[in-house]
């Protein structure tokens, strides 16, 4: 949690926007979403989060209409599973390098409508953006389900492109969909890899790939979370 915390910086945002940004820890950080573990009899990481709202709730002036989830690679695999799970709670989420786990996927009930941002790179090494067949569904395959679970199947999608740094081998291409009351996005990142866009391209020994500039991954999620309250 405090490697996420520096590599992120969302305490930059949090104080420039105002919110409250919490940095919860996994059993062995780590997040139960089906891999390698039953998703149903594994870790209770739901009930963790649960618990977890609920306590912070008691201690903190927190609005309950605006709770959101966000998080990379597992954790960007997880926030699917929360929005899945406890869309009561959760107003909005945003998966940078996690799309929708097959078991998310199958095991989902709930019909509350929740916003979703997913945010993938195409050069992602570790994370596929096609997906992975009995693993995890595409970047696409995730937009076009939640679209479908929110209701959105039939109102006008606004797409827009980003090439603004010509020295970055990157690129962005954003996909929305929205009601006016809750939204579906899919940002995809041309060229990039594993990583939060707008952060230092750092490299701890795995094949990240490449990190874009053209955007800054936190005000890009604050102002889609910010458009939604449960």
């Keep these: 949690m405090t490697e996420q915390m520096f590599y992120s910086r969302m ?3 949090a104080e420039k926007h105002q919110f409250i940004v919490v940095y919860p820890q996994g059993i062995k950080q780590d997040w139960n979403v089906g891999f390698e573990t039953s998703y149903q009899n594994g870790t209770d990481d ?12 008691k201690e903190y002036r927190i609005n309950t209409a605006r709770v959101y989830a966000t998080g990379l ?4 695999f997880f926030c699917q599973r929360l929005a899945a799970e406890l869309p009561e709670k959760f ?6 390098g996690g799309p929708l786990p097959d078991s998310v996927a199958f095991f989902h009930t709930k019909k509350l409508p929740v916003g979703v941002m997913i945010v993938h790179g195409t050069g ?5 953006y096609d997906g992975k067949k009995d693993a995890y569904q595409s970047a696409a395959d995730t937009y076009n389900y939640w679209k479908k679970h929110n209701g959105l199947e039939y109102i006008k999608e606004v797409s827009s492109n980003i090439d603004r740094i010509k020295k970055d081998s990157t690129s962005v291409t954003s996909l929305e969909i929205s009601s006016g009351h809750v939204a579906v996005a899919l940002i995809t990142i041309k060229g990039g890899g594993h990583t939060l866009p707008g952060t230092d391209p750092f490299n ?15 005000e890009l999620i604050w102002r889609f979370f910010s458009r939604h309250k449960r």
């Design 11 to 13: 305490n930059v945002a």
């Design 46 to 57: 739901v009930g963790f989060i649960n618990a977890l709202l609920e306590k912070l709730v």
């Design 73 to 76: 690679s597992r954790g960007g």
């Design 91 to 96: 107003a909005a989420i945003a998966s940078v």
């Design 124 to 128: 992602d090494e570790i994370v596929k």
């Design 204 to 218: 701890i020994g795995f094949p990240l790939g490449h990190t874009t500039q053209e955007i800054d991954n936190n």
